[in-house]
């Protein structure tokens, strides 16, 4: 019996996920689930694989019989527990896979059930596709981080370094972007949000890095002052993780605290 709880308590968090989901009143309660479905899903493959996969099949037959939708919301992240439980010691890999996944999750789902309502009624239209990237990345992000501190390895999000290639990606996409009459703009443009949603994902393990060190209410200062300037921080997270390829604030490339033992 001890082997099956995790498997019982992933199944059950994956169904209410995915009810959740289906109720606008209930959409941030789902979101908040969602993030531990890959976690769980590890722990639950560590104690019984055949437990996982029973619970991974119970859950969607029961999401299926409540809602044609509601398996949609939740095998993603079932998919990204059992990618992380094979690539969790590759920040770079896990983050991006995840975010490549909820990306084309959100992508199927458009081509399913049409253009969300809050799409619909948003500024960026033909620019959906780098923001729906964008949001992919962060949650993805999120969920590997969840992941981590539940199998305590949280050290490993430290290293997350997507390398060089998204500063080009960003040149150039931002260079074309300018063009006056440059007839493909808008891909310009969505490549350029993929770009700065790396450099975002990178900011974000560059800024737990720079204040892992200070004391507990400085750490709570900076929470609330999160909580409060979410974009403030993401802006931050953003310059930080760009000027991270040259600056190398954690010595990943030479050595030092995070960069001289990679296991």
């Not at 959409?27 to 993030?35: A, D, E, P």
């Not at 260079?175 to 490549?191: H, M, Q």
């Not at 975002?200 to 507990?216: D, E, F, K, M, Y």
Request: hydrophobic content about 55%; glycine content about 10%; aromatic content about 14%.
């Amino acid at each position: 019996m001890k082997g099956l709880r995790a498997p019982a308590l992933y199944g059950l968090i994956t169904v209410l996920a995915g009810i959740t989901a289906e109720s606008p009143q209930w959409l941030f309660l789902s979101m908040g689930l969602s993030l531990f479905i890959p976690a769980l899903f590890v722990i639950a493959l560590r104690e019984s694989l055949p437990g996982a996969l029973i619970s991974s099949a119970v859950a969607l037959g029961v999401l299926a019989i409540y809602s044609t939708r509601a398996p949609l919301e939740v095998i993603p992240f079932q998919v990204i527990g059992a990618l992380f439980s094979r690539w969790y010691r590759r920040p770079e890999i896990s983050v991006f896979s995840a975010a490549a996944i909820l990306f084309a999750a959100a992508v199927i789902e458009e081509l399913l059930f049409g253009l969300p309502p809050e799409v619909k009624s948003s500024l960026f239209g033909s620019y959906r596709w780098g923001v729906y990237f964008f949001t992919a990345l962060l949650f993805g992000e999120a969920t590997y981080g969840v992941a981590l501190l539940f199998t305590g390895r949280g050290e490993l999000f430290l290293r997350l370094k997507f390398g060089f290639w998204p500063v080009p990606l960003f040149l150039v996409c931002g260079a074309l972007s300018l063009l006056p009459g440059f007839p493909y703009r808008e891909v310009a443009v969505n490549g350029l949000i993929v770009a700065l949603s790396l450099f975002t994902g990178q900011g974000i393990a560059v800024i737990l890095h720079l204040i892992r060190r200070l004391s507990p209410l400085a750490r709570l200062i900076i929470l609330i002052a999160v909580v409060i300037f979410p974009l403030g921080f993401l802006t931050a997270a953003l310059i930080l993780g760009f000027l991270d390829n040259w600056l190398d604030f954690r010595k990943l490339n030479g050595g030092g605290e995070n960069g001289s033992n990679p296991d």
